[in-house]
């Protein structure tokens, strides 16, 4: 990849952004109108929505230890190939998960916990119900012992039942079932044996206690989200803490999304509901239906709702999305912007796995397979690099010559450009359509859990993580741990060296000082690069040796021409 063409493509991607922005972005006085617009809206739906009965409840929670809490309430244990926990029963609340399939870190055999009971630091559950306006009934909540009938534990091929009745002849009833891997299905059911009409309204409520240990990575959200009428909503804990997000939607879903795993709720099909991403002294992301439903004597309310807690598998999600039918619900994996080249980039790569079995080598034909596309745009520009290479001595007498006529000196050298057939700016051309490649490919190695923990050959034990070893403990003969900032591996320094020897087959700048700039951009990008996931540095090392090889060929046909 030639380093000059690098700056000059970012230099001008800069520009464009900077013109877009001063000639055809929207002057202060219209963001200003739309900011207006869009708070009256909120405004609007959130007083549509007002006379919904709340969800607060007043709860002072003695903290445990995991253990404790969960030996605190009795429990329906529930379990398949995917998840084992349990389900309180004080609150009939889902608050005990963990993965079966994912280890917390690569040399351990400790299972990913997600979800806590809510008495526990990191507390982390989900609940579901209704709740009324009337003032004189009771309703469940998070205090409510239920009861189980029938089946004790809950597995993919038996589902269970609870149940609680109040004081006024009302029943409520939750039929629970898991599939084989991260769905439940609750059926709520109310019946009404009074004499008298009650109205409910149907909710659905994740609560976490506090923030994640996230990555605070600006290409990555973590956090609450949620589609609401075809549109994606992400809001970041630090904001919700500030303000409350509130909004009314026909379809959707929403959640709480960690990079590699999701806790989400689907409302009921067809009913308006509103969604709430709040903190209270902890942070709750809810819905609750707008309209109530009316039971009037000897009737019976059912109404059903699906929570997906589920690791951010790909094939997982979408199957879901599909299957269910959830409106845009492969969206809880970050593919980014670049959605419509991050996600095929991972099919690519995932057919190349299930080819070769090992995602590092997946990763380097995918890195043919790129070369290949875009041979003949590079072939175009290494041979007008090659060409400028080969008019150097030409210009450099031209630039002797008219060292006093600046004006003179651009137009001979257009007229040499012109007349050899040279473009000074084709080699801009090829990096600007590889930087798009090489950040979906960065996005993909990120957040991906497919990349979670997948090895290579030696010592890369993790594609997704840096490249552990380091130059200055000579790659681990000196028995010294440095520091993380010089954590430098072998792989990065590869890169480097590849790039040092590309720059020799470019043509050298006329000014010295460009020279010596030149001449230190390998080592910066190898800094730079070296935290980076090793997946993305063995691509861009091998990117860098095909580049090698192909820019090599052109211009020794070119010179062998010219002699």
């Known amino acids: 990849m030639d380093t000059k063409n690098v700056i000059a493509a970012i230099s001008l991607s800069a520009a464009v952004i900077i013109i877009y922005a001063l000639f055809f972005g929207p002057s202060p006085e219209e963001i200003k109108q739309n900011q207006l617009r869009q708070n009256q809206l909120k405004q609007e739906q959130v007083q549509k929505s007002s006379d919904t009965p709340s969800l607060d409840q007043n709860e002072n929670f003695t903290k445990f230890t995991r253990k404790e809490a969960l030996a605190k309430n009795e429990r329906v244990l529930f379990e398949n190939n995917s998840v084992i926990g349990s389900i309180s029963l004080k ?3 889902i608050d005990d998960l963990t993965f079966k399939e994912y280890n917390v870190e690569l040399n351990s055999d400790k299972k990913v916990v997600l979800l806590n009971p809510r008495n526990v630091a990191d507390g982390y559950l989900i609940e579901s119900g209704f709740v009324t306006t009337n003032k004189n009934i009771d309703i469940p909540d998070s205090k409510t012992v239920w009861k189980v009938q029938g089946n004790k534990k809950l597995t993919n091929k038996n589902p269970i039942k609870l149940i609680w009745s109040n004081a006024q002849g009302i029943t409520f009833e939750k039929y629970i079932s898991l599939d084989d891997q991260f769905l439940f299905t609750i059926k709520q059911k109310i019946l009404n044996s009074s004499d008298k009409t009650y109205n409910f309204y149907s909710y659905g409520q994740i609560i976490r206690n506090k923030i994640p240990q996230i990555s605070n990575f600006y290409i990555l959200h973590e956090g609450p989200i949620a589609t609401l009428d075809d549109e994606l909503i992400e809001e970041d804990y630090d904001d919700i803490q500030e303000t409350k997000f509130s909004r009314t939607a026909q379809k959707g879903w929403l959640g709480i999304g960690d990079k590699f795993w999701i806790s989400s709720i689907i409302p009921p099909r067809g009913k308006e509901f509103k969604t709430t991403f709040d903190y209270k002294n902890k942070f709750r992301a809810n819905f609750i239906s707008v309209e109530a439903t009316e039971a009037g004597p000897n009737d019976t309310i059912e109404e059903e709702i699906q929570i997906i807690v589920a690791a951010k598998s790909v094939n997982v999600i ?17 593919w980014g912007v670049m959605y419509f080249l991050t996600k095929p980039l991972f099919f690519a790569i995932d057919y190349f796995f299930k080819l070769c079995g090992n995602y590092g080598i997946a990763i380097i034909l995918i890195t043919v397979c790129i070369r290949l596309l875009f041979f003949p745009l590079a072939s175009f520009s290494f041979r007008s690099m090659g060409k400028m290479k080969l008019l150097q001595p030409e210009m450099a007498r031209l630039k002797e010559l008219h060292k006093d006529d600046k004006m003179k000196l651009q137009q001979e050298m257009m007229a040499l450009y012109k007349r050899e057939k040279v473009n000074p700016m084709s080699g801009c051309l090829p990096i600007l359509v590889q930087i798009p490649v090489f950040f979906a490919l960065y996005k993909v190695l990120f957040v991906t859990i497919e990349m979670r923990h997948q090895p290579f050959y030696g010592w890369i034990k993790d594609l997704s993580d840096k490249d552990p070893t380091t130059v200055f403990n000579l ?37 010295p000082v460009q020279q010596k700039i030149f ?13 980076f996931p090793s997946g993305l540095v063995i691509y861009w090392t091998f990117n860098n040796l095909l580049t090698l090889l192909q820019q090599w060929f052109i211009q020794r046909k070119m010179t062998v021409k010219t002699t």
Do not use: C, H
């Open 519 to 531: 001449a230190f951009f390998p080592i910066f990008l190898t800094v730079i690069l070296a935290p």
């Open 91 to 93: 609150g009939a609340t």
């Open 318 to 334: 979408d199957g879901y999305a599909e299957n269910l039918r959830i409106d845009k619900f492969d969206l809880v994996i970050d």
């Open 475 to 511: 790659f681990g003969l000196i028995p010294w741990d440095p520091p993380s900032f010089l954590i430098i591996g072998a792989w990065p320094i590869a890169m480097g060296v590849s790039m040092w020897i590309q720059q020799k087959l470019n043509p050298k700048p006329p000014d």
